[in-house]
Nanobody
Framework: QVQLVESGGGLVQPGGSLRLSCAAS????????MAWYRQAPGKQREWVAT???????NYADSVKGRFTISRDNGKNTVSLQMNSLKPEDTAVYYC???????????????WGQGTHVTVSS
């Protein structure tokens, strides 16, 4: 079984920065892709960024130029560097992954528990 754990959330002022991390653990053969999503109060969960095992990245228009997703395959982690934060970035941020495991022919897909980010003065 694979588990995902997010960390790094907190309270920051507008214009500030935060770095989120997501650590995957379990019977991992390869992390095919990892992504960040976020959900603000009263809103639908939305996609933020994706990175593949070979380093290809994609970003939502709302965060393009401000956020950077990166990976460390040796440590089975993915990070989200968030700069120039705005109040509308306030949300619970979730890690999502597609992972090939040693004991299953079907890839694992799942979510972490989320980490809270609040942008306020």
């Amino acid at each position: 079984q694979v588990q995902l754990v997010e960390s790094g959330g907190g309270l920051v002022q507008p214009g500030g920065s935060l770095r989120l991390s997501c650590a995957a653990s379990g019977s991992i053969f390869e992390i095919n892709a990892m992504a960040w999503y976020r959900q603000a109060p009263g809103k639908q969960r939305e996609w933020v960024a994706t990175i593949t095992s070979v380093g290809s990245t994609n970003y939502a228009d709302s965060v393009k130029g401000r956020f950077t997703i990166s990976r460390d395959n040796g440590k089975n982690t993915v990070s989200l560097q968030m700069n120039s934060l705005k109040p509308e970035d306030t949300a619970v941020y979730y890690c999502n992954a597609i992972i090939t495991t040693y004991n299953s022919r079907s890839p694992f897909t799942g979510w972490g528990q989320g980490t809270h980010v609040t942008v306020s003065s």
